[in-house]
């Protein structure tokens, strides 16, 4: 059936009065992983020297777990209130509870901070360059409790340190797949093996693109957005078949690689044989879920004359278009109904 005889009359009336759009949820492959906890000294081997994390010595408490992705400010603790006390996160000592302990006479102070250290708590981060007592430097060696010194301002720590420690706790999982960044829409290309889809990469590519990923995406949950990248012995490499590894960046600069990219459009690359069995409207909007978050999804049949990487392109430009509110399928839905109408206000 051609478009033309789709769009007779005499075919859709019956039908096309029904048709809404609507979305349809596809399940994602790959396992869900999630880590329970890190260690202080996993935190600070990995983000240490980018908050300006300075240990303190003795060295002592780096197996301590870190257990909740989010720092404490432990002011109702140091006054002796440990209802609802936030013990599996970092404490973080800024101005105000630093004040506040020079403020207690010496031996109430060695008291609440000795009640500090016996909350199992994973370390202490005492920010704005301040310096601990030697007497609560004590107190926190013999407790085991890793002290640790930053020159940041307080509030500045406490924003970057839940940002990293989220994008740790993250959930995570691994897709077979290629991720390129296409006009800043992250477009993850999936489909059987031998569907194309690292040469439909190089040919997005050569219009502009970026590779994030190819064969093995990896992709994170953080605050309800997908982040992509690739494993970093893999970033920028892409396997083409009869070719084998090819450099990106060698090839097509550095503009050509993305380190990571968020997620925004997912294309199912589907044989041949499915090429009449896809939605010719556009109007089924449908989704695929990856780690709890629903991602727009296309199906595109591969055949021979048709163009893959523009096609995603094409999906990739539509994608901004529905988020700025302009919907090509429902425009193309109500003009035909007004067609269809035969300007007396009954349908034909």
Known sequence: MNFCEFLAPVKIRVDLYSIAPYSVSMPAGGKRKKISSITVQEFLERHGESLELTLEHPVVGLKRKIEEPSVN?????????FSYFAKKRIQVLGNSENSYLKKLSTEVRLDRFRQLCEQDIPCIVVARGHELPDALMDVARTKEIAVISCSQATMSFLNAATIK??????????????????????????????????????GLLEKGAALVADDSVLISQISGELLTSAKEFARGYLEMRGIGIINVANLYGLSAIRPEKRLDLVVDLKPETDLNKVDRLGIQQKKYRI??????LVEIPVAPGRDTARLIGVAALDLQLRRIGYDMADEFN??????????????A
């Not at 999982?173 to 093996?193: A, E, F, N």
């Not at 780690?291 to 727009?296: A, G, H, K, M, Q």
């Open 165 to 202: 420690l989220e994008t740790e706790f993250a959930p995570r999982t691994v897709l077979h797949g290629c991720m390129v960044d296409y006009r800043g829409i992250g477009v993850l290309i999936m489909g059987k093996s031998g569907s194309g889809k690292s040469e439909t990469a190089i």
């Open 73 to 81: 400010r432990p002011g109702l603790a140091l006054s002796g209130f």
């Open 291 to 296: 780690l709890d978050v629903e991602v727009p």
């Open 334 to 347: 109500r003009r035909l109904m007004e067609t269809m109408t035969d300007g007396r206000g009954e349908k």
